[in-house]
């Protein structure tokens, strides 16, 4: 089946500073791909939708200056934290659909999520 | 944003017994989706429904979404130790392209 990797799988960095979380589909082109973020025994909440060669839409709440979203190429979208602070420490997890299939659930497929800790 | 109930939020069980778990929301959806997740995981999708009334299962799950299209349960029968982990469902509204709103999890244990 379809892969979508996700890197890193976990992330400590100091509080200030930005850092870049990758996700690639691996075997299929998306032109869609999604961010979520988990805390701890919490649900998956959506951030953003990150569209090949446009800009994202984010979700209300979620500051967009705050949280970068790059979609570059039809197999890779980066989410930048700028200027991390430990609140917002969280699991990160991205998703990319899978073109060549049409908009069907069935192949969505999720990355294994970064860990990132803000010290 | 927007979350679905689910209940029950955690479940302790003997190896062997069957689960039932259920979701409901306010709003209609087209597709339903149950996805389960392992710590550190990302989820990994479990059953997909597309239909109000659907029933379908996969191995020793069974999950079916409701005539209303408000809800769905998922139930996993005689469970085993590797069922451990927390299940999710998701919803899709129609029109929304693969955006999914989840719902707050069920946690499952499983005992021998």
């Known amino acids: 089946g379809a892969v979508v990797s996700q890197h890193p799988s976990w992330v400590i960095c100091k509080s200030g500073t930005s850092v870049k979380i990758e996700c690639r589909s691996l075997d299929f082109q998306a032109t869609t791909m999604f961010w979520y973020r988990q805390f701890p025994k919490q649900s998956l909440m959506l951030m953003a939708t990150s569209n090949e060669g446009s800009k994202a839409t984010y979700e209300q709440g979620v500051e967009k200056d705050k949280f970068l979203i790059n979609h570059a190429s039809l197999t890779l979208s980066t989410l930048t934290v700028t200027s991390a602070h430990p609140e917002d420490s969280s699991f990160y997890i991205c998703s990319a659909r899978d073109l060549g299939t049409g908009i069907t659930n069935e192949k969505l497929f999720f990355g294994s999520g970064t860990q990132l800790s803000v010290l | 944003g927007q979350q679905l109930n689910q209940s029950p939020q955690s479940m302790f069980i003997q190896e062997g017994e069957d689960v039932s778990m259920n979701c409901t929301s306010s709003s209609i959806f087209n597709t339903w989706l149950w996805y389960k997740q392992d710590p550190g995981e990302g989820p990994v999708l479990l059953i997909a429904?597309?239909?109000?009334?659907e029933l379908t299962s996969n191995g020793r799950l069974t999950a079916q979404f409701g005539i209303t299209r408000k809800d769905s349960f998922l139930n996993i029968s005689a469970s085993i130790p590797s069922d451990v982990g927390i299940y999710f469902c998701a919803g899709q509204l129609a029109g929304t392209a693969s955006k999914l709103t989840f719902g707050t999890g069920t946690r499952l244990q499983v005992t021998l």
């Open positions: 429904l597309y239909k109000a009334g």
